[in-house]
């Protein structure tokens, strides 16, 4: 089979401007090829899509669990701010990673409140702590004079961080 694409591309059937043609076609392909290889390799999505996926499964984390240690650390990073409206913003960004993370984990509900009232207490053994961590949360959302100090703030965030341990996302 090798022979008869060797005598495909060697032999010229075609003559005048279809040999000139096909020769062109030859070459465009080969440097098509080349500079797809080239970008492949220069580019990073060759590597996070195998890589990253293959040092979860060596490592044996779930899946999405470097996104997640991403956003947290970006979200405990805000307390180092100095400044209550990042305190404020850090909460709601750890009630939103929550809400997402019980939506992917196939609890149903439009807010995390009602997904939280769905998940059993065998799941998430401080569902207290969490339901009054999002309590906070919905203060902060509906009150704009709502007063939050940096100790609260890191105290409510503990219990998310509890929870995402309980959950092993971290």
Known sequence: MTDNFLQFLIAPHFTGWL?????????LSALLAIGTLVFLKKSSWLRRLLLED?????????YGVKNIEK?????MARLNTGLESEYKLAIIEA???MDD???KMGY???SLGEKLKNVPP?????IKDIEEAHRIHGNIVHDP?????????RNNLAVYEKTFQDLQLF
Do not use: C
């Open 71 to 75: 956003v947290w650390s970006k979200i």
């Open 19 to 27: 040999l000139v043609l096909k020769i062109f076609f030859i070459v």
């Open 122 to 126: 065998l799941v998430l053994p401080n």
């Open 54 to 62: 293959m040092s979860d499964v060596l490592t044996h984390k779930q």
């Open 145 to 153: 004079d709502y007063r939050l100090s940096l100790e609260e703030a």
């Open 95 to 97: 009630s939103s990673l």
């Open 101 to 103: 993370t019980l939506q």
């Open 108 to 110: 149903k509900g439009d």
